[in-house]
Protein backbone atom coordinates (compact mmCIF):
# COMPACT_ATOMS: atom_id res chain seq x y z
CA UNK A 1 0.00 0.00 0.00
CA UNK A 2 2.94 2.19 0.21
CA UNK A 3 3.95 2.88 -3.26
CA UNK A 4 0.25 3.24 -4.18
CA UNK A 5 -0.29 6.04 -1.76
CA UNK A 6 2.72 7.99 -2.20
CA UNK A 7 1.59 8.26 -6.11
CA UNK A 8 -1.80 9.31 -4.95
CA UNK A 9 -0.05 12.30 -2.96
CA UNK A 10 1.73 13.08 -5.68
CA UNK A 11 -0.86 13.37 -8.52
CA UNK A 12 -3.27 15.15 -5.85
CA UNK A 13 -0.39 18.15 -5.70
CA UNK A 14 0.18 17.94 -9.21
CA UNK A 15 -3.20 18.24 -10.65
CA UNK A 16 -4.46 20.92 -7.83
CA UNK A 17 -1.21 22.88 -8.71
CA UNK A 18 -2.27 22.26 -12.16
CA UNK A 19 -6.05 23.44 -11.83
CA UNK A 20 -5.27 26.39 -9.82
CA UNK A 21 -3.33 27.51 -12.64
CA UNK A 22 -5.56 27.46 -14.94
CA UNK A 23 -8.23 28.81 -13.13
CA UNK A 24 -6.20 31.66 -11.96
CA UNK A 25 -5.04 32.55 -15.26
CA UNK A 26 -8.52 32.20 -16.56
CA UNK A 27 -10.19 34.82 -13.61
CA UNK A 28 -6.97 37.59 -14.08
CA UNK A 29 -7.43 37.24 -18.19
CA UNK A 30 -10.47 38.01 -17.68
CA UNK A 31 -10.57 40.62 -15.29
CA UNK A 32 -8.22 42.30 -17.49
CA UNK A 33 -9.95 42.00 -20.28
CA UNK A 34 -13.00 43.57 -18.66
CA UNK A 35 -11.17 46.29 -17.29
CA UNK A 36 -10.02 47.21 -20.93
CA UNK A 37 -13.28 47.09 -22.05
CA UNK A 38 -14.77 48.99 -19.09
CA UNK A 39 -11.56 51.03 -16.75
CA UNK A 40 -14.58 53.12 -14.60
CA UNK A 41 -15.04 49.28 -13.50
CA UNK A 42 -11.40 48.99 -12.73
CA UNK A 43 -11.89 48.00 -8.95
CA UNK A 44 -15.11 46.47 -8.83
CA UNK A 45 -13.81 43.84 -11.14
CA UNK A 46 -10.01 43.95 -8.96
CA UNK A 47 -12.30 43.05 -5.56
CA UNK A 48 -14.07 39.81 -7.41
CA UNK A 49 -10.57 38.93 -8.83
CA UNK A 50 -9.50 38.79 -5.77
CA UNK A 51 -12.29 36.72 -3.78
CA UNK A 52 -12.34 34.27 -7.04
CA UNK A 53 -8.53 34.12 -6.92
CA UNK A 54 -8.64 33.29 -3.12
CA UNK A 55 -11.05 30.89 -3.70
CA UNK A 56 -8.99 28.91 -6.00
CA UNK A 57 -6.17 28.90 -4.37
CA UNK A 58 -7.85 26.91 -1.54
CA UNK A 59 -7.75 23.76 -3.93
CA UNK A 60 -4.50 23.50 -4.30
CA UNK A 61 -4.07 23.90 -0.02
CA UNK A 62 -6.82 20.88 0.32
CA UNK A 63 -4.83 18.97 -1.60
CA UNK A 64 -1.60 19.14 -0.04
CA UNK A 65 -3.91 18.53 2.99
CA UNK A 66 -5.02 15.22 1.55
CA UNK A 67 -1.35 14.53 0.08
CA UNK A 68 -0.66 14.54 4.01
CA UNK A 69 -3.29 12.16 4.87
CA UNK A 70 -2.04 9.84 2.03
CA UNK A 71 1.32 9.95 3.21
CA UNK A 72 0.87 9.67 6.72
CA UNK A 73 -1.65 6.63 6.01
CA UNK A 74 1.17 5.18 4.08
Given at each position: ??????????IVVGLAALGAGFGNGMIISKTVEGIARQPEAKSSLQTTMFIGVGLVEAIPIIGVVLAFLFYAGA
Open positions: MGVMAYLAAA
